[in-house]
C-alpha cells in the first residue's frame, strides 16, 4: 500500500460512509420525518443538529489538513442558511464529506494536523477515520431517533476501529457492535458499559533527523503480512524484525491488551519520508515501572546513527513519564553494533548478579545480554 494508493483508501472508506448515510437520511426526508424535536438517540442534540455537527466535523477536518493547522483549530465554523430545510442540511452533509474526501487525496502523507485527542495531532488517515466515526455514529443517533433502520458495513466499521480505538479489543465478527459498544451506544456481552470514551490517533515523537510514528493496528497488521504498513521504506525494508514486532502488536489488539503509547514505531527519515526501521517497547511498564525497549533498522540505513538518535529520543520521552522509572533491552552477545547503539543512548550494562537471575528466574537467553538506563 503506497503513499497514492494510501490516500484513496482512506478518501473512498469517507466516501462510501457519507453515500450510506445520505441514503438513509434522504429516505427519511422523503417520508416527512420531524428533524427539528426529535432527539437523536441518546443525544441531547435534535436529529437536525446532529446532522448539522457531522456536516461541520468534515469541514473542520478537512480544513486541518487543507490548511495545514499545527497549532489549534482553524477559526471557521459552517453555518446554514436561514431557510435551510432537511434536505437541504443533507446536501450539505454530502458536501462536505466530498471536500475531505478531495483533501484527502491530495495531502502528502506525511502531513499532520492539529487534532486535541490524544496526541495533539493526525495525519490523513486519522482524519479520514475520525471522519468515518462521525458520519457512522451520528446516522445511527438520528437514525435511532426517527425510529429507522440503520447498519453500516463491516469493513467500514473495523477500518475505523483499528486506525483509531487501538486500545478496544475487538469482538470477532461483530465490528459494528465493538464500535456502538466503544462508544457508549451500545452492550457486549462480558464487557461493562462505556461511559466515557476518546478515540485515539498514532502518537508521533519527534527528532532531529527523524519522526518516530506510532504504527496503529491496521498499519501493524500490514506489516506482519508482508506490506508496507502505509510508509515508505527504504531499499531493504521493513526489517525481520520489525515485522515480528508488529505482529506482537496486532496479538496485544486482539488481546485487548494494546497501548498505542506502548507500542510500536517506524523511524522515519525527514529528508525523504523514507521508514528506516521500527522502535518499541515490549507492552507497558511493569508494577515496578519498568520497560523492556527493542529496535532494528533496515540494512541499507545502518551506520548513520539513526538507532542511536531514535532510542536516545524514545527513552528520554518515556523516562519523563511517572509512570516510568527504569528502561531495559536485551542484546545478542555476538552483536557488537547493537550494543554500541544501546551504550550510545545511555544504557549501561547491568551487574552479572541481575543478568543471572534473569537466566535462572525469567527464562532469559544466556546469549543475551541486558542494558537498562534509569531515569
Not at 417520508?31 to 473542520?60: F, M, P
Request: charged share 25%; proline share 5%; aromatic share 8%.
Amino acid at each position: 500500500m503506497g503513499g497514492d494508493m494510501a490516500a484513496d483508501r482512506a478518501a473512498d472508506q469517507v466516501t462510501e460512509a457519507v453515500a450510506g448515510s445520505v441514503a438513509v437520511l434522504r429516505a427519511a426526508v422523503a417520508a416527512g420525518r420531524d428533524w427539528d424535536s426529535v432527539k437523536a438517540g441518546q443525544l441531547e442534540w435534535s436529529c437536525r443538529q446532529t446532522a448539522e455537527h457531522t456536516a461541520g466535523a468534515l469541514l473542520a477536518y478537512a480544513g486541518q489538513l487543507a490548511g495545514r493547522a499545527t497549532k489549534a483549530y482553524v477559526p471557521f465554523e459552517i453555518v446554514m442558511e436561514d431557510d435551510t430545510d432537511s434536505a437541504g442540511v443533507v446536501d450539505v452533509l454530502e458536501t462536505t464529506g466530498a471536500l475531505l474526501t478531495a483533501t484527502l487525496r491530495t495531502t502528502p502523507r506525511e502531513v499532520r494536523a492539529f487534532h486535541p485527542y490524544p496526541f495533539r495531532s493526525a495525519n490523513r488517515e486519522g482524519f479520514a477515520a475520525m471522519g468515518v466515526a462521525e458520519v457512522l455514529l451520528h446516522t445511527y443517533d438520528i437514525a435511532e431517533g426517527l425510529q429507522l433502520a440503520y447498519e453500516p458495513p463491516a469493513a467500514l466499521c473495523e477500518w475505523v476501529l483499528t486506525r483509531i480505538f487501538p486500545q478496544v479489543r475487538p469482538e470477532p465478527d461483530a465490528p459494528w457492535r465493538t464500535l456502538l459498544w466503544a462508544t457508549g451506544r451500545g452492550e457486549l456481552p462480558g464487557r461493562d458499559p462505556v461511559t466515557e470514551w476518546r478515540w485515539s490517533n498514532n502518537l508521533v515523537i519527534e527528532s532531529e533527523r527523524l519522526t518516530l510514528q506510532g504504527v496503529t493496528p491496521a498499519a501493524a497488521a500490514d506489516l506482519s503480512a508482508g506490506g508496507t504498513g502505509g510508509f515508505e521504506w527504504i531499499e531493504g525494508g521493513p526489517f525481520e524484525g520489525t515485522r515480528d514486532a508488529a505482529g506482537m502488536v496486532v496479538k496485544a489488539y486482539e488481546g485487548g491488551v494494546h497501548r498505542p503509547e506502548w507500542g510500536m514505531f517506524v523511524l522515519v527519515r525527514r529528508e525523504d519520508g523514507h521508514a528506516v526501521g521500527g522502535m518499541g517497547f515490549h507492552g507497558v511498564p511493569d508494577e515496578e515501572a519498568r520497560a523492556e525497549v527493542g529496535y532494528d533498522l533496515a540494512e541499507n540505513a545502518r551506520g548513520h546513527g539513526y538507532a542511536t538518535e531514535a532510542l536516545r529520543t524514545l527513552s528520554a520521552w518515556a523516562l519523563a513519564r511517572d509512570d516510568v522509572k527504569l528502561l531495559f533491552a536485551a542484546v545478542d552477545r555476538a552483536n557488537t553494533p547493537s550494543q554500541g547503539v544501546i551504550s550510545r543512548a545511555g544504557f549501561k550494562r547491568v551487574s552479572e548478579d541481575v543478568e543471572q537471575y534473569a537466566y535462572e528466574l525469567h527464562g532469559m537467553d544466556r546469549s543475551l545480554r541486558l542494558y537498562a538506563r534509569e531515569g
